[in-house]
């Protein structure tokens, strides 16, 4: 899967800056162990409502912490530049456990599996890589800022953004809390792709409460 190592590369790299961004609205903390933050681990070989459970870890106020703050986005792409498939595995597989709606970190997953001859378990995570993008697909057509497609977070429409091989060229964010993306495909073609992140907004308040 050479092309598929590649893109990997090259859309990973593109959203550490927006990642770290992220990661200076608050002050570092230690990282949320999962047993002490989740429900449970979903099951990747069976039936999953992808949509609802994106919500519901939207909705959670400690979202920020177990899905955006430290996220492994620039070592998973150094990684896989480097071809350590076992070390992806070492990197993906308690992130993805504290954060199981991370669709980037599923389809990097997947790449490490189908490279260490592991079909069936790579397939697993291509189910989920592609069955969180078509939950958010699903949401609207994001032609308008009234059929915007909904998010949960704002790195996930840069996920999204890969998922349509859309580069990024500006961003701005319209009355309503409506993202408006200024985006190019590969064959130069410009136009608007619209993003509804109210997850995010609702978030907002908890995210800038001191802690006490």
């Known amino acids: 899967m050479p092309g598929a190592r590649i893109w990997a590369t090259a859309v990973l790299a593109t959203i550490v800056i927006a990642g770290s961004l992220l ?4 002050p570092a903390a230690p990282p949320v162990p999962p047993s002490a933050k989740q429900p449970g681990v979903p099951d990747l070989s069976v039936p999953t409502d992808f949509g609802r459970l994106r919500t519901e870890y939207g909705d959670r106020k400690d979202f920020f912490d177990i899905c955006e703050r430290r996220r492994p986005l620039k070592r998973l792409a150094e990684l896989v530049d480097q071809k350590r498939w076992d ?8 992130w993805l456990q504290q954060c199981p709606v991370d669709i ?22 291509i189910r989920w890589f592609r069955g969180l993008a078509d939950s958010i697909l699903a949401s609207g057509d994001g032609r308008t800022p009234q059929t915007a497609f909904v998010v949960i977070s704002v790195p ?30 590969g064959q130069g073609v410009t136009g608007i792709i619209y993003f509804n992140p109210a997850a995010h907004f609702r978030r ?6 001191a802690p006490t």
Do not use: W
């Open 23 to 26: 990661g200076c609205a608050r």
């Open 87 to 94: 070390e992806v595995l070492t990197v993906s597989d308690p």
């Open 104 to 125: 980037d970190a599923h389809f990097v997953k997947a790449i490490a599996l189908k490279e260490l001859g592991r079909a069936p378990e790579s397939e697993d995570h």
């Open 156 to 185: 996930e429409e840069y996920s999204m953004l890969r998922v349509l091989r859309m580069r990024l060229k500006s961003q701005a964010l319209t009355s309503g809390g409506i993202d408006a993306l200024s985006v190019e495909n």
């Open 204 to 209: 907002m308040p908890e995210l800038f409460r």
